[in-house]
């Protein structure tokens, strides 16, 4: 086990998938967005090309292999988050399957290939850079986090222009930026399709917002019902445990 390991790192399960995630409290751990966003996209069965993007240490095109056997393609900036990526996916023995691109997601169109990709997914950085106010936060967390090195316009664009037409883009965020989304996306061929609003609890706001968007599509936007995350005893909903556990599944 030691020789997966680096630092401060671990060993993870990702139960529902039976796979397994090097993670570190230090540098990049997954949320529920990731595992959220993963469920929520459309993916091709079998065939197709796939793109993450903002991937961190690979947890979404972990989550997708267990879904689809289409190729996916993980970008990532940081060469740490990247570095543990690499090994998470070794370990599950998943190359066959995955890969991992280090570098700017500004640049994936050039890198990868311009409408190449039937779906593309995105967990971006939430916050404006002028929201980091954490003094002590680390450099990992704030790239993650804080649109930095990426604004959510610039993310939306390389989706779009990854993307095959009619491919799918898939998005997670806070329902705050929603027309900020919306805007986004319609400037860059994508039409908005399918939307869900996640909730920590019944009679609470929503909290994250997952839409996804057809290249090219017509305008005709669903939106799904909501999701909630706890139960009042501040257990988990029957949802959100078969996500997590795969108990229902």
Known sequence: MEQWLKDDERLDYLLAEELRIIQSPSVFSFSLDAVLLSRFVQVPKSKGKIVDLCSGNGVIPLFLSARTKAEITGVELQPRLYDMAMRSIQYNELQHQINMQLGDVKEAPATLGVEQYD?????????LAHELSEKNVSEHYAIARHELYLTLDEAVESASRLLKQGGKAAFVHRPGRLLDIVEAMRANRLEPKRIQFVYPKRGKEANTLLIEAIKDGKPDLKVLPPLYVYE???KYTAEVRALLYGEGK
């Open 119 to 127: 779906v593309v997914t995105c967990n971006p950085p939430y916050f």
């Open 232 to 234: 009042d005893n501040n």
